[in-house]
């Protein structure tokens, strides 16, 4: 599953050996640590990969209040205008228009 935040994208899917817990991959120092404050100085680390190399692993619980927590806190009416980091919200632009592409091959495939 991903989750788009103002700070960056996130991640989250089940532990490789460990049903029970659920590995949070982020963009960003800032997005992993948004999401995860509390405990993001004791076991967040940074892995030599390419894409969201910003991982914590927790159990499924805590991880299902912290994506309820990031729902209550919505709190604005434009997305897009959150974004404070240019790139991101270059990366978060092609996405929109991708979605638009997107929608429009449907319409065409439809008729």
């Not at 991640?11 to 993001?40: C, D, G, T, W």
């Not at 680390?45 to 914590?56: E, G, N, Q, S």
């Not at 991101?88 to 091959?105: C, G, I, P, Q, S």
């Amino acid at each position: 599953m991903w989750l788009l935040t103002s700070s960056g994208i996130i991640s989250i899917v089940q532990h490789s050996e460990n049903p029970n817990l659920m590995v949070v991959r982020a963009s960003s120092e800032k997005a992993l640590r948004e999401f995860v404050p509390y405990a993001y100085s004791r076991t967040a680390k940074r892995k030599p990969v390419k894409r969201l190399p910003w991982r914590i692993s927790l159990p499924r619980q805590t991880v299902r209040v912290l994506v309820h927590a990031q729902f209550n806190a919505v709190a604005y009416d434009n997305f897009p205008n959150t974004i404070r980091d240019d790139q991101y919200h270059n990366v978060f632009m092609e996405l929109y228009r991708m979605t638009d592409a997107l929608k429009a091959e449907r319409k065409e495939s439809v008729a």
